[in-house]
């Protein structure tokens, strides 16, 4: 029982003192003679906390990751790889979730998770599309961004930088922009001469999904 309290206690110090996400031991053996053992474990370590911790960071090993999100990395945006053929940029991990549920609903199948933050701009953006234009199963592009931190209209100027940007993009993307500013993000989008479909009700983004993917 000793051992056990003492295993558990270092378990906890290690978790707090590493500033891990995740610190997972299972499974766990206790031998005949009373040693505890750590037969596999799982560890994740919160990124925003790796500056404390620059000997675990040293340990990263790049080229075991996917290439597409250590590119995403780097301009700070979260980033998923999926298997389905609609891309997805959205800003926050709770409306990424339930846009890729919209997505399901609508006959698609979610492409990636991108989460952009709080503090989008043109240049994101097109790093966002740029990462996202790489699948070669993606058929459609959604962007779904609520205004809170971020006004509409600067992500819809955004889009719209990095549509120029980009060039002739082929397939069809969907911005649905609703909060601060979403009037005029898209009266932007409508009047760009773009091929870009705006909404700013999340039912309306969720039909011109329906017939981008039919």
Known sequence: MKNCVKFVTNLYKAYVGLDCG??????LF??????????????????????RHPDVA?????????????????????????????GCMVNG??????????????????????DVGGTANAQTVEAGFRIILKDPKVKAILINIFGGIVRCDRVAQGVIDAYNSIGNISIPIIVRLQGTNADVAKKLIDESGLKVQSAILLSEAATLVNKAVA
């Open 93 to 114: 991990a709770g409306l990424a979730m339930a846009t890729m549920d919209m997505i399901k609903l609508s006959g698609g199948e979610p492409a990636n998770f991108l």
């Open 58 to 86: 040293a340990l990263r090993d790049v080229s075991e990751e996917d290439p597409t999100e250590v590119e995403a990395g780097k301009f700070n945006l979260n980033f998923v790889k999926l298997d389905g053929n609609v």
């Open 22 to 27: 995740m610190l997972e031991i299972n499974p």
């Open 30 to 51: 206790k031998t005949s003679d009373e040693k505890i053992i750590a037969v596999d474990c799982k560890m994740n370590v919160d990124d925003n906390a790796l500056m």
